[in-house]
């Protein structure tokens, strides 16, 4: 079976050179929320990511004897590329890396930064009134300086151990001889074809004569291809001084809306930012994610933190879902109020994520109906005013255990689908600047998530991995907007509490509450309980939950990896 399961993907790849285990992406069973996709097993290394290309890339890397960082560059070059509406060179990551050989997890911050034009007002109009989010999205001042490029050269010199040329081969070749559009790249142009169509290099690209392009059609991208061969030869200095950064300071101040400035001092100031992860206790685990401007690490060790004060309950039960919703929702609220680039404000990682402040947050999640009412916390010498920022789902997860023991959980992105929709060099630029709030101040103060030159916006993001015995457990992470938070803990907390595998703990139906609505996803069992969320006091919605959960687990020497059927994910190990 698991031959037939490569075969089949091989040949959509037009690929057989290899055999490794795979599992295709199928649709979920909508009336349980669980999958048919298989839960793949390997004894060696693993690649669990968004896209079978980049699976494959990785996987051959891995073959190769490249370890998880060559691997992660592989994948990531060949996403920017296939799945280029999620992520890519334009934009930024964060990334989790176990280290086999100094036993030591760290973690390291690629995200973007303002430029040094920005201002707190930035996407207030001449009014001081906020703009429309689309409007700040598409075009010029939703860009920020990106990372990818300098986090794959500051990773590659640090653990790397191929020569670029070799890592980068697949994703050049793709490039240059062209692949088949799959059917997720396919409607994504078409949902955003309005937007597209208002910068002329990304028409041209997605929309040739006008028309998006079709799942099946072969599409072919020789700039992307030389600045593939650029990164292979030279590394990212051409990114950043050269003439590829001239190219998008370019594409971002003839922007047909909302022109801006990136300066080469900005191109120059950029630098990965390596960091401690956070790390926050949930029974017999040690669950780690990222600090930095990200505030996924903190959300989910507050989720998990409050949910390890009760004792597990059983998949679907209503107790559970109870104390899921008031943990999630009291995460938020804090996240609102203290998250933000901790180079221009004091995070309070350690207060938040503290034994005796989580005792009292689990307090009010305990109560017998839904929390009426969520505030933040209080942390001594601290006032921020709390403030929400929209991000959207578009984003892509990528997991790896290589055969050496180490083990990668990066979450990498350029914000909104097709990003600020501006192109340069081959690839879409960014516009993670509008995760910064939009106001940046308002009468209980200062907002800690308000725009600043070079500070870096805060995230959702947040890839993990989780530690059992000081060892790493698994690695996981997901695309989805602040909706990351909410996948990221559900499929922990299915596969430690609820007993069920990784594969099917990804596949469970899609539960949170950010902001006072208990979402559950449409289709699955989950919508069953919405009668009764609301007889606790939930205000209830049933809609899609487009998660993108890519995760592998270590279990007795054997590695178990699962994708989610909500996309096009697969996992390819030996």
Known sequence: MKKLIYLALAASLAIAQSQPTGADATAPERASGLSKQSLVKANKFMIATANPHASQAGYEVLKAGGNAIDAMIAA?????????????????????YYDSKSKKLTSFDAREIAPASTTPERFLDARGKELEFMDAVVGGISVGVPGVPRMIEYLHKRYGSLKLEKILKYPINLAQNGFKVSNRLAKSIEQNAENLAKNKTAAEYFMPNGKGLREGQILKNKAYANALKTLAKEGAEPFYSGKLAQNISTSVAQASNHKAKISQNDFASYKVIEREPV??????????????????GVAVGQILGIMG???????????????LGDASRLAF????????????????????????????????????????????GEIAGLAYAPSTALELPSTSHISIVDSYGNVLSMTTSIENAF??????????????????SFVPRNEAGIVANSPAPHKRPRSSMAPTIVLLNGKPYMSVGSPGGSRIIGYVAKTIIAHVDWGLDVQAAISYPNVLNRFGTYELEVGTAASKHESELAGLGFKTQIRELNSGVQAILIKDGVLEGGADPRREGVVLGD
């Open 76 to 96: 990531q070059a060949t996403l920017g590329l296939t799945e280029p509406q999620s992520s890519g060179l334009g934009g930024g990551a964060f990334v989790l």
């Open 279 to 296: 790390c926050a206790q949930y029974r017999e685990f040690e669950v780690c994610g990222m600090g930095g401007a990200s505030s996924g």
């Open 309 to 323: 004060r009760f004792e597990p309950s059983q998949a679907g039960e209503l107790r559970g879902l109870k104390l």
């Open 333 to 376: 609220a804090d996240r609102n109020k203290f998250m933000g680039d901790p180079d221009f404000i004091n995070v309070p990682y350690q207060a938040l994520l503290s034994s005796s402040y989580l005792d009292e947050r689990a307090k009010l999640a305990g109560s017998k109906q839904a929390l009426a009412d969520a505030p933040a």
């Open 419 to 436: 990003g600020s929709t501006l192109m340069a060099n081959g690839y879409l630029l960014n516009n993670e600047l509008t995760d910064f």
